[in-house]
């Protein structure tokens, strides 16, 4: 048990849907990163934050959208979606803002029909 | 061309073997060498950390990284069953905030 929670663990919904994916990172954590791992893609790094601010940006998508609240935990928020969408979004967490020493949930398999 | 390659396998091999498991890559800024684990239905889990070039050694693993090839590897001796999962490389510029993963080579040890 690597200490990062997520859930929902299992989501299927429709295209042109919304939804949000929740994190909560091993405590003591004050940087959240969540990736999404596609067959033909791989794990794909969405965005960073820590302690509450953005930090880094990868190839998240503009209809995605996340945020890290005071408490830590980080929400990902997916609109508009697309069957393309479709995949495994991990949240993983760290301790300092900069290492590659990454801890990561179990993932929110999201399925869009 | 992608930042890293790795074979996704899948690679099949007895118990007790040696595995090799490998990754090049073409950014030669990164400084930052990992191993990821990924077990069915899981998320990933760190197994071996490298910073710069050099060999790492972590019981039946070895992590090694040769800079001047851009190429990095993992051995695995006398592989166990419970070895069967997906490993993935991943690398990073000092620095920066972004780990790059490879695409993952899926292994199973057989018994």
């Known amino acids: 048990d690597s200490g990062v929670t997520q859930t929902p663990k299992h989501l299927i919904t429709a295209t042109g849907q919304r939804v949000t994916l929740r994190c909560s990172p091993r405590?003591?954590?004050?940087?959240v990163y969540w990736y999404q791992q596609s067959l033909d893609q791989g794990l794909q790094f969405l965005i960073q934050y820590y302690n509450g601010e953005e930090r880094a940006k990868g190839n998240i998508l503009e209809r995605f959208s996340a945020q890290q609240f005071p408490d830590l935990h980080s929400e990902l928020n997916l609109s508009s979606l697309e069957l393309g969408d479709s995949a495994l979004y991990f949240c993983a967490s760290s301790t300092l803002p900069n290492t590659g020493e990454l801890f990561f949930g179990e993932g929110s398999r999201l399925t869009v029909l | 061309q992608k930042e890293v390659e790795q074979d996704p396998g899948p690679l099949s091999v007895p118990e007790g073997a040696i595995v090799s498991l490998n990754c090049t890559y073409s950014?030669?800024?990164?400084?930052?060498f990992m191993w990821y684990r990924q077990y069915s239905r899981k998320g990933p889990e760190l197994l071996m950390y490298?910073?710069?070039?050099g060999n790492k050694e972590d019981g039946r693993f070895t992590a090694q990284v040769d800079k001047s090839s851009k190429y990095i590897s993992l051995f695995i001796r006398d592989s166990q069953p419970s070895d069967s999962a997906t490993y993935l490389c991943?690398?990073?510029?000092?620095?920066?905030?972004?780990?790059?993963f490879g695409q993952g080579t899926r292994l199973t040890i057989n018994p």
């Open positions: 490298t910073y710069s070039s």
């Open positions: 405590s003591g954590d004050l940087s």
């Open positions: 950014n030669s800024a990164f400084q930052y």
């Open positions: 991943a690398m990073m510029v000092e620095g920066a905030q972004k780990l790059v």
